[in-house]
């Protein structure tokens, strides 16, 4: 796939998360490549535009906005399938490559950031997506913030790690491993938890993603919790607060990791669930 990149140099500032502006790139990248399984021409692109002066396109964002947009050479999406992209778990995939929740994700940020999301594709031809975010007046600065960086405080207890996808998986265990502990890895729930039962020592915390087949996070945790009721809890979630609740997770109760994250970040938090046990 040819990436070809074009940026605004005088972008201007909006008010979103960085983290979750990570994400919604991502997620539209990977299923841009999806979307060419034979290679093609990717193009992202950013703009400002004023909706009420530009009129190629309408949208939900009145006024100066910016927009980045996503434009790939793949296969395309008759009308039926862009009427029900944004809709979590629904996909075109085949089973077990896709879950069906990254543009769902991807909506659900942008709308929360106050933005919008345009789509236009023709089957055999590909795919612009529009990323459509309010733009903040001109004259505000943005304060570089300087962060303290502490030494990531290291352990040696065990951690179950449970993560569907594969490389995050095996990404994250490597860091805990670096950071002193004894890694049970998992790729599910039933997996997860006949591994606590043939294991012969105990395990001191659960690390999980939140959204996983057949059986959550959360799901997961009371059953753990059964077999070892004394140990720490941990989520990790690359989405959006609406679809964490509906799995049962209230993240503002619950220590929960956002993804991407750094290693500091995961070792920091991974202390602290260990450490609230006592």
Do not use: W
Not at 56 to 77: A, N, W
Not at 127 to 150: E, F, M, Y
Not at 156 to 172: A, F, I, K, M, Q
């Amino acid at each position: 796939v040819q990436l070809i990149e074009r940026l605004a140099p005088d972008l201007g500032l909006v008010m979103v998360d960085p983290t979750q502006v990570q994400q919604v790139i991502l997620n539209i990248v990977v299923n841009a490549r999806d979307a060419m399984p034979a290679g093609g021409t990717l193009t992202i692109e950013t703009s400002n535009i004023d909706s009420e002066i530009d009129g190629s396109f309408s949208s939900g964002v009145v006024g100066r906005c910016v927009v980045l947009m996503f434009r790939d050479s793949g296969t395309g999406m008759d009308q039926a399938t862009m009427e029900r992209i944004f809709e979590p778990f629904y996909t075109t995939k085949e089973l077990g490559k896709g879950t069906g929740l990254g543009l769902a994700t991807v909506h659900g940020i942008v709308r929360q950031s106050g933005g919008d999301i345009l789509v236009e594709s023709e089957p055999g031809v590909g795919t612009t997506l529009r990323v459509i975010l309010p733009r903040l007046p001109d004259g505000i600065t943005v304060q570089p913030t300087v962060v303290a960086r502490k030494a990531a405080s290291l352990g040696s207890e065990t951690v179950l790690l449970v993560e569907d996808e594969p490389g995050v998986r095996s990404l994250t265990a490597t860091m805990l491993r670096r950071g002193g502990y004894r890694v049970i890895e998992a790729a599910g729930g039933p997996e997860a938890l006949a591994a606590c039962r043939a294991y012969d020592g105990g395990i001191d915390l659960l690390v999980t993603d939140v959204v996983m087949p057949g059986m959550s996070g959360p799901e997961l945790a009371t059953e753990f919790r059964r077999l070892y009721p004394a140990a720490g809890l941990m989520f990790m979630s690359g989405h959006t607060d609406d679809l964490i609740a509906r799995h049962g997770l209230q993240s503002e109760h619950t220590l929960l990791l956002g993804k991407p994250f750094a290693r500091d970040r995961l070792l920091g938090m991974v202390r602290t669930a260990l450490d609230a046990r006592s």
